[in-house]
């Protein structure tokens, strides 16, 4: 009985390792794959940036930045850029704003007025309401670009925020 337990046994795991070579075979990427793979999908680096940077932010009131809420609630034309990421406070529990457009070819420059005219009305925002700082982060909200994103900070911390972006965002 042992021996006819041993030979079952022996079969099975025959049967086990022959099945094993009939998985399908994945291929590597070619070196040009992964050259042309800028090494996540597109909008997935901000929005990997933006869960990071707001995942200690305690300030309550944080809404998503999209196309409309530029066009509704600052004014702005959405002709001149192709992406907008970024999230914002709507101001009654401080500021803690990081917006990210990318611009569509030849529109750099109104690009950054629209970042400037954003830094504006927050400022004008608190500038009779300062609630935690808020106009003075408004104030010394920076404009910068890094890669194909201008990009303005008005955040405590800007330090750290600037490190992550540079994580996630190509030069």
């Known amino acids: 009985m042992q021996r006819l337990l041993l030979i079952f046994s022996c079969i099975i795991l025959v049967i086990l390792f022959a099945l094993q070579g009939f998985q399908p075979q994945y291929q590597l990427p070619t070196v040009e794959q992964m050259e042309e793979d800028p090494g996540f999908p597109e909008g997935s680096g901000p929005e990997e940036a933006l869960t990071e940077i707001y995942f200690d932010v305690d300030i309550l009131g944080v809404e998503e930045v999209t196309s409309q809420v530029l066009v509704d609630r600052f004014g702005l034309d959405d002709s001149h850029w192709s992406s907008v990421y970024g999230?914002?406070?709507?101001?009654?529990?401080g500021i803690?704003?990081?917006?990210?457009?990318?611009?569509?070819?030849?529109?750099?420059?109104?690009?950054r007025e629209c970042?400037?005219?954003?830094?504006?009305?927050?400022?004008?925002?608190?500038?009779?309401?300062?609630?935690?700082?808020?106009?003075?982060?408004?104030?010394?909200?920076?404009?910068?670009?890094?890669?194909?994103?201008?990009?303005?900070?008005?955040?405590?911390?800007?330090?750290r925020v600037r490190e992550i972006l540079r994580n996630y965002l190509p030069r």
């Not at 999230?87 to 529990?93: M, V």
């Open 87 to 93: 999230r914002y406070t709507n101001g009654r529990f």
């Open 115 to 159: 970042l400037e005219t954003i830094k504006l009305a927050r400022m004008n925002l608190f500038r009779n309401f300062d609630v935690f700082g808020a106009y003075s982060l408004a104030e010394n909200g920076s404009i910068y670009q890094r890669g194909d994103y201008y990009i303005l900070l008005m955040i405590d911390n800007e330090d």
């Open 96 to 111: 803690a704003d990081v917006f990210l457009i990318r611009p569509r070819p030849g529109h750099e420059d109104e690009v």
